[in-house]
């Protein structure tokens, strides 16, 4: 958690006259935050067989902000304009991955996987001016949510040629949505795409 303070004087010279509106020689603010998170992760190996390998990851994640602030103005030391501004935004995540190996002889394996991932996101602003809200301040109001996810599976044929190449060749299918919203619109979009593998290292 953390806080602020601080203080602005202003001097204009000449004065305006007449002085334009909103004008102020003196503001306050004080503002305050917070941020948690939280995360949880697990992986698993194991030997089906002598030739076959299993592994497994997974994770959780949460965090979590809120910010206040208040600004008063002043004028020859009389309150003019109180504003109070209001956030929060709360996110979470997953993220999952599983991989099977099978040993076809040697340095040779096919290997198979599922990967996946998402993300979520959700905030919400509240601004008041002399304690009345402010709409259409911008075109996403006071509520924006968003998340996306990530899905993709593969196979592949893995060998190693002496202790200085490697080789994968394989397919690889992915697929991505993401989704947006606010007071003014509501956005989906999907896609995805099958690609062919290939690939030589060199140690």
Do not use: C
Not at 10 to 37: E, I, K, L, V
Not at 68 to 84: F, I, N, V, W
């Amino acid at each position: 958690m953390a806080s602020s303070n601080s203080q602005l004087l202003q001097t204009t010279t000449p004065t305006p006259n007449p002085r334009p509106a909103g004008f102020f020689d003196q503001a306050d603010t004080d503002g305050d935050s917070r941020f948690t998170m939280a995360r949880l992760n697990a992986q698993w190996q194991s030997r089906l067989s002598s030739d076959t390998r299993v592994e497994a990851r997974a994770g959780l994640g949460r965090a979590s902000g809120d910010s206040h602030s208040l600004r008063q103005e002043r004028l020859a030391g009389a309150a003019t304009r109180l504003q109070e501004d209001t956030g929060s935004s709360h996110d979470s995540n997953w993220s999952a991955l599983a991989k099977l190996s099978h040993n076809l002889g040697g340095d040779h394996s096919l290997v198979t996987g599922f990967e996946g991932e998402g993300t979520t996101r959700h905030t919400n602003r509240v601004t008041l001016v002399n304690g009345a809200p402010q709409p259409g301040l911008d075109d996403f109001g006071d509520d924006l949510d968003a998340s996306s996810t990530r899905i993709a599976a593969y196979a592949q044929d893995e060998w190693n040629v002496g202790k200085q190449w490697d080789f994968y060749a394989g397919l690889r299918w992915e697929g991505i949505t993401t989704r947006s919203s606010a007071a003014s619109y509501d956005a989906r979009n999907k896609s995805s795409v099958f690609t062919p593998l290939a690939h030589a290292r060199y140690k």
